[in-house]
């Protein structure tokens, strides 16, 4: 109490002057039309600026849940199309077949939302970290996507986070295929820039053009047929001669990644036990 008077005794004359301040615009805006029109004015006019900018704040944070809701409709949307095109290629008068095929689109593949937290592009074996890990469902050898194509396999897991082998690591390897034509051969990664992987083994006789779709072929357990994965850029012949080596500008941008889906095969165990015991 005694620090609260010497303040007030200390600073007496400036209190006044505040008070007698607050008084004279009281009086002015209250008793004067055209000064009162004038604050009130200007006082919508800040109190619309702060609610508006509040608003873009809160659509902002909007913005997060609305991604991941994105990123987990663009992969229902793609396997749906694979399964769609395939289906009218061997076309039936069955008017059940687009009907059975939507339901199958989400009954063969589990997905499972997840945030990217910790990520690298720059190294020769890159790694990404996700925030869902075994008590989530998430198990080694499932394949992660985002909105845009793929991303990796899952490689180890935790309780609560996960990492994954991404393209853009040396020991990744994953079945692809040219959309247009079927031909299909190994998205490797072999360093530089995170824009581009290397499409392999495509046989000699393949037939592909410049800016050609590649998506996922199917041909494992790990991926849909279908997700996305780059363009051809650009092509040489392979070392030796025997095939085809096609450049390939991603879809996913890996600097920027933050919201992915982990899909995983229902039934994969029995699939993954068989081919092992096949030697595959």
Not at 101 to 117: C, D, G, I, W
Request: hydrophobic fraction near 40%; charged fraction near 20%; proline fraction near 2%.
């Amino acid at each position: 109490m005694r620090n609260l008077l010497d303040f007030l005794l200390k600073y007496n004359y400036f209190l006044l002057f505040v008070l007698l301040e607050v008084i004279c615009f009281i009086l002015l805006f209250r008793f004067n039309n055209y000064q009162g029109n004038v604050f009130f004015t200007s006082a919508n006019y800040v109190a619309g600026k702060i609610y508006d900018a509040s608003s873009h704040i809160t659509r902002y944070v909007g913005l997060d849940e609305m991604n991941r809701q994105l990123t987990a409709r663009n992969v229902e949307l793609e396997m749906e199309i694979t399964a769609l095109r395939q289906e009218m290629e061997k076309y039936t008068q069955d008017s059940t077949v687009t009907d059975r095929l939507l339901s199958q689109s989400h009954t063969e593949y589990r997905a499972y939302p997840a945030r990217v937290v910790n990520n690298s592009v720059t190294h020769l074996n890159n790694y990404i970290t996700i925030n869902k890990g075994e008590a989530d469902g998430i198990r080694p050898e499932m394949g992660v996507v985002s909105g845009n194509g793929v991303v990796g396999i899952v490689y180890l897991t935790g309780a609560h986070h996960s990492i994954i082998l991404p393209v853009l690591n040396s020991k990744s390897s994953i079945s692809c295929k040219i959309k247009r034509t079927e031909y299909f051969g190994f998205l490797k990664w072999e360093g530089g820039s995170s824009q581009y992987a290397y499409v392999k083994d495509m046989p000699r006789h393949s037939e592909f053009m410049l800016g050609d779709t590649i998506v996922t072929s199917g041909h494992s357990s790990v991926f849909p047929e279908g997700i996305p994965v780059g363009t051809v850029d650009d092509m040489v012949d392979s070392h030796d001669g025997l095939s085809y080596l096609l450049r390939v500008k991603l879809f996913t941008d890996f600097a920027r990644l933050r919201d992915v889906l982990v899909v995983a095969l229902v039934g994969k165990e029995e699939q993954t036990s068989l081919e092992k015991s096949a030697g595959l």
